[in-house]
Each structure stands twice: as C-alpha cells, then as structure tokens.
C-alpha cells in the first residue's frame, strides 16, 4: 500500500504546471473567440456591404422602414395602441435612429447565410404583406453598410 500512495503523492506538484496551462488555454480561446464574435458585424446574419451599388438610405431604407416599420415604430405613433405596443422610444423615422439600432433590426427582420429573421414586422397590424426574403437580404446589406459608415 505504501508504495503507490507515495507514488500518487508526487503527483499534484508534477502535474500543476500542465494543469495551469491547460486552463489558460481555455481561457484563451474563449477570449479569441469573445473577440471574434465583435468583430462580425452584423453578427447575426454575417451579410457584408456590397462594394458596387451598394443600398443607400435613399435608394432603400426609407421606403423599406415607412412601408414595413414605421406604421408601429414611429415617434408620430404615441400611446401602446398607436403604436401596436412598439416599445415606446424605439422608431426607426430616420436613418440615425435605424443606424443607431442597425444590430437589433438585423436579429429581428434581416436575412442572410447564418440568420433568416423572420420577427418583425410584427403580425397581423397595420402591414399586411410583409418583405420579401430578397428584400431583408437587402435590409441586412444595407445595415452593414451603415455599420461600417459610423466605424
Ligand atoms: C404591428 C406593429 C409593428 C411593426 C409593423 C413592426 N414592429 Fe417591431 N416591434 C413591435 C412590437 C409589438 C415589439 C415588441 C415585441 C416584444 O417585446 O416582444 C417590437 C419590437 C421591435 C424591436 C426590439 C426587439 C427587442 O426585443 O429588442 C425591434 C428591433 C423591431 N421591433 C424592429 C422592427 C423592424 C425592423 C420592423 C420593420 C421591418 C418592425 N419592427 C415592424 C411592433 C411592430
């Protein structure tokens, strides 16, 4: 019996220092991977701002936002039943406000390799058809690109 318990007793301070290095290489990689994570944006659709052409507020997210958001998430909409119970503050009736919330619209209504969002526009309500999967790809393109223009 003697033998083997001084055998196992060796054994913490051998091993401690692999033990050390193993935990810090999880924490690591969790850092790398937090980071990664930043880093892609909008993260929840991983759809990029296309280098030609790509969707402006006026070519795109002005009317996108007055057909399919803002009949709810309008400042000109006051009181939950106005609004369709749109939380209160949150309106998309400029392009700062939609930039500003850029991330969030994304998880609720863009569409890309890694998110079809299908949330919003809320239904049923004031719109009664909503996009097309084609146009919330074009909703998260344009959302990148006004993510990269405030960067
Ligand atoms: C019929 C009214 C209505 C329309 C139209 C509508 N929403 Fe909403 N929206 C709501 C309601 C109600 C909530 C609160 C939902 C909840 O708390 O579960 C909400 C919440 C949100 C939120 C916050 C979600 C969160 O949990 O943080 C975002 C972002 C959003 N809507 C984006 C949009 C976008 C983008 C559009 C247009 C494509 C849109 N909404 C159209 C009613 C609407």
Known sequence: MAAPVAAHASWPASRR???LAGMF???ALTVVFVAVGCTTSPSSTTVTCPTTNPPT???FGQTFFATFCTPCHS???VGSAARNGAPDGLNFD???EVAANAEDINMMAG???NGPNH???YMPGPVTTPPTDAQRTTLAQFLACEEQSSN
């Open 57 to 59: 507020y006026a070519s």
């Open 94 to 96: 400029t392009e700062a």
């Open 75 to 77: 400042a000109s909409n």
């Open 119 to 121: 949330t919003m526009p």
């Open 17 to 19: 220092p692999y033990r």
């Open 25 to 27: 290489r999880t924490f």
């Open 111 to 113: 569409v890309g390799p």
